[in-house]
DNA sequence: CTGAAAGCGCTTACAG
DNA sequence: CTGAAAGCGCTTACAG
């Protein structure tokens, strides 16, 4: 591609058998004896072949190449997700195309079209809205893909995506109950983007424990924070100027809860001391000294990870196979925002 | 090449012209009249066309994917330049294939091979060693590229190469300058991976800084971080043990000064009270409340984007073109880890 | 086990 | 301005 390189046609000149013969040998198919196939690796060796892959691609109608969707590059929680698909792809012989939408619906249409054109043999999305008419056109389309993260809710489409996503029921659960255990009573709630489905599980798993341990779930102590640190900043000063301030806020995702700790901060309060705080991620931000951030925390690298394998399982598998969903969990991971190190549980 | 889809044979056929017709007025390129050329790309939209691009990229030797070679994508500060490379690339009408190497030179090797074969047009490279062998190929094979942040130094080498650095030596001697203007005298500088040449030239901006202010480099205060978080918070706790310890750490990027600012805290010492912290690099983490880090910012994303186009206009100019060297400045950013807040400069 | 041929989907000279 | 043909570098049936 970049340079006149040599060609399997040369390797054939030179080892004196026809480029079938090269073909076989070098991709490890019967057809060619030991013998030879030894002399012209050898050769091609010598002569620092390398296959040209649009060549490959063109035939074999296998790019070997994989695009994952994500929202922005920037973000940390993407980042470690990246991480993980990009490891395992590398693992099993595929590329990573990298494809940030920065949330524009329009980028993201424009992006899918551009993907398929470009011949990756398959999508890693983890963008996909709970109604998302591209994942439609994809199916449509025969484009193997996996949601990641975030999966489709409409019926007649979610049931038949591979997805691998964070039990966010649970975790959304988690969150609550810990705050509970701790004494609260008043808790807010900052949910993410109710287009995104980890979004509105992570808020029924909430309101689940709410429900249970008889926490009172007033709308005034819900709010939208759409997974913007900005967002969530600005809710939390509502809540706190509340008549009745909540003492725990617990907002959906580190990020946010960032924002919050800005707010809360910024309004001198104490935290745990005077509003606990808990988020959901895990990102390395909230690890800092000074920050510590209690949260629940995804497998991300795994999440990815695991994303690819189903992926490449279903391009490689070539026949039709069951539908995967794979559900990972979360852990809580008690730092101090929440107090817990202060007297521990208390119920 | 993930469905069959329709060809440009298939719109010839419909429109009943040629494929070089239908060729020459999809491409915008003249041969065909404006009538024609129309009712062409009509056709081919309703029929949902989309050119197969390994054809496209075997005939054409022109893959309109660039690869990016970065140490590791979890890196906040790769993050960010990959921001600015991936953004850049789409608006000139390329995708980016993400290549991370975590620090292993043999991958690194692999992945400089893979990436020809697979045929990007042109690869960007963050992670080039001062004396890198993998680059000496890289021009001898003719591939086009570009290093941005981290440049080869070897005689012979280095000119020839297109490269888009920040201005490392000035920010070295900035980050000494500030401390010294606060007051201090006894500055310890945790330096990076000496194998890189930003942390040579920011080393160098430090220690002529250091010169110029009659400040004393004694080996004692000048450490090797290697850009790692653990090292640099082993470096500190070090430093803190002298019996004359510094009154003031220069980490020469925002990583290692976290880890300077765990050391610290975890000896219970106070920031920028007992011991000033200035970093480099402007990472997000740096800028939360309570950590608020005094650095030195790079312009990250403008880095990434000026190597982009850099690459870009090599690969499209065809013709010899003179080597750009460009050099970004860095902005000092002044928060609270170094003190100014605290009664301004003293000198 | 091996070779000659066709073809993947496109673009590019080259004739008309 | 337009069409027929060759060719990019590979793989895959298909004969020998």
């Not at 993907?115 to 983890?126: E, K, N, T, Y």
């Not at 709970?130 to 994809?138: E, T």
């Not at 005034?220 to 969530?232: D, Q, V």
């Not at 909540?246 to 309060?269: C, K, Q, T, W, Y």
Request: with cysteine.
């Amino acid at each position: 591609m970049i340079e006149k390189s040599t060609t399997l046609k040369d390797i054939a000149r030179i080892a004196g058998v026809s480029t079938a013969a090269v073909s076989m040998a070098l991709n490890n198919r019967p057809g060619v004896g030991p013998a030879k196939r030894h002399e012209i690796i050898d050769i091609a060796q010598k002569n620092g072949y390398r296959p040209n892959m649009a060549a490959k691609a063109l035939v074999s109608k296998h790019s070997y190449a994989l695009g994952l969707v994500i929202n922005n590059i920037s973000d940390p929680f993407f980042t470690e997700l990246a991480a993980g698909v990009e490891k395992t792809a590398r693992s099993l012989g595929y590329h990573i195309i990298l494809c940030s939408i920065d949330g524009r619906a329009d980028d993201r249409k424009q992006y899918l079209d551009l993907m398929r054109s470009r011949g990756v043999d398959g999508l890693v999305i983890s963008t996909a809205a709970v109604r998302d008419p591209h994942i439609g056109s994809l199916i449509a389309a025969g484009v193997p893909f996996v949601c990641i993260n975030r999966v489709p809710l409409e019926a007649g489409i979610s049931e038949k995506i591979d997805t691998v996503t964070l039990d966010n029921h649970a975790a959304g659960y988690q969150g609550i109950a810990h705050l509970w255990r701790l004494g609260h009573d008043r808790i807010a709630v900052i949910s993410g983007d109710l287009n995104a489905s980890n979004a509105l599980a992570t808020l029924d798993g909430s309101k689940n424990a709410m429900a249970d341990y008889g926490i009172a779930a007033t709308p005034t102590l819900l709010k939208n924070g759409r997974y913007s640190r900005r967002i969530a900043q600005q809710k939390a000063n509502q809540l706190m100027r509340l008549k009745r301030p909540p003492s725990a806020i617990f907002a959906h995702d580190d990020n946010m809860a960032l924002g919050v700790r800005e707010a809360l901060l910024g309004l001198n309060l104490r935290i745990p001391e005077d509003v606990a705080l808990m988020g959901m991620d895990d990102i390395q931000m909230g690890a800092l000294t000074g920050v510590e951030l209690t949260t629940v925390s995804p497998k991300k690298s795994e999440m990815g990870a695991m994303g690819v394998r189903i992926l490449v399982n279903r391009i490689e598998a070539g026949t039709p196979r069951m539908v995967e969903r794979v559900v990972l969990n979360a852990d809580l991971i008690v730092r101090k925002t929440c107090g817990y190190a202060n007297g521990g549980y208390k119920r």
